[in-house]
């Protein structure tokens, strides 16, 4: 591999629905005070759901076409398009197919990554690959799309408070200077029928008498992820990515993480020794979105101007599988 080949983030855009889901309507709902755990441990205030004809491909598709236009780029510029997703559009064909018709990258190559909550930042990790092994990619468009409402069992509080949907997009492109400088994946398998929609695959297709129990074919959380999880493993796998690129944590100037749970990203910031400021969180206006809330999350921080040209942004994605992921990166706002 060449090391003039580079790969930079040239565009972001984000995408949510239309109907709006708050804390109050909630709690009227299921009947109890749900502020203090999901406000005050969770960090959400509100979440948004797809309507009717909303979907996991309408969504990606707006924060594609939002992340082409803030890189000044054509659809038909893309090279590749990767749709890192866990509520695809369908079982087949691909998510990334649908986005490929409607968003009309007509070029592109397209293929599905599922890797949960961590597909964001497996995806980048693909497409900085992609342009730094193959002369012919030069611009891929990657877009972490999420629509768990759509399997949610509006009885059950431990999932229904929580997820909510939406799409992150970032245009990476080729560049004459580092961008993206390291990454680094990692599984625990044994972890992976802790939490899922476990009806409508191939182990148990979807029958009437899966439909009239109503379970399988909901989001469940069967096993309770030990704490240690994030709160260990994340701090490992950043501390792991950083020893690469010879810097320490207080080299970063951003740290984006998965938005699920703000507590436990105070936790994690205090055992690093960093000040919160520099961890952007948006689950208290979007609820966590899975796949989608990384570039969600660059978007906004990006939209607020709190990113500048050299400053030092690691991503770190995990979720069901487990799976888990991190990307170091210097943001360019030229190439």
Request: net charge negative; glycine share 10%; charged share 20%.
């Amino acid at each position: 591999m060449s090391a003039e080949r580079h790969a930079t983030i040239t565009g972001t855009g984000h995408a949510v629905p239309s109907r709006l889901v708050t804390n109050d309507e909630l709690a009227a709902a299921l009947g109890e005070d749900i502020h203090p755990f999901v406000e005050g441990t969770l960090g959400i205030h509100q979440r948004f759901w797809c309507a009717d004809g909303e979907s996991t491909a309408t969504l990606a598709t707006e924060a594609g076409r939002c992340a082409l236009a803030a890189a000044g780029k054509s659809p038909l510029d893309v090279d590749l398009l990767i749709i890192a997703t866990d509520t695809p559009e369908f079982i087949s064909p691909p998510t990334a197919s649908v986005v490929h018709r409607d968003l009309g990258t007509a070029r592109a190559g397209t293929f599905d990554l599922n890797a949960g909550c961590a597909g964001f930042v497996t995806a980048l990790d693909t497409a900085w690959k992609f342009i730094r092994a193959d002369e012919r990619y030069r611009c891929v468009l990657v877009i972490g799309a999420y629509a768990m409402s759509k399997f949610l069992d509006l009885r059950d509080k431990k999932t229904v408070t929580i997820f909510a949907d939406g799409a992150g997009a970032a245009v990476v492109e080729l560049a004459d200077r580092p961008g993206v400088l390291a990454s680094e994946l990692f599984a625990d398998g044994s972890l992976c029928e802790g939490m899922g929609v476990f009806a409508g695959g191939t182990r148990e297709p979807i029958t009437p008498a899966v439909l009239e129990r109503g379970h399988h074919n909901r989001l469940r959380f069967v096993q309770k992820y030990p704490a240690s999880v994030n709160e260990e493993g994340w701090p490992r796998i950043v501390r792991s990515v950083l020893a690469r690129i010879g810097k320490s944590e207080a080299d970063v100037d951003h740290w984006l993480w998965t938005q699920v749970n703000r507590s436990t990203i105070v936790m994690v910031m205090e055992r690093l020794g960093q000040p919160l400021s520099k961890a952007h969180t948006i689950m208290g206006q979007w609820g966590y979105t899975g796949s989608a809330c990384l570039p969600m999350a660059l978007d906004d921080a990006q939209s607020k101007g709190l990113l500048k040209d050299g400053d030092l942004i690691v991503f770190t994605g995990s979720g069901a599988g487990l799976a888990m992921g991190c990307v170091a990166m210097t943001w360019r706002t030229t190439r």
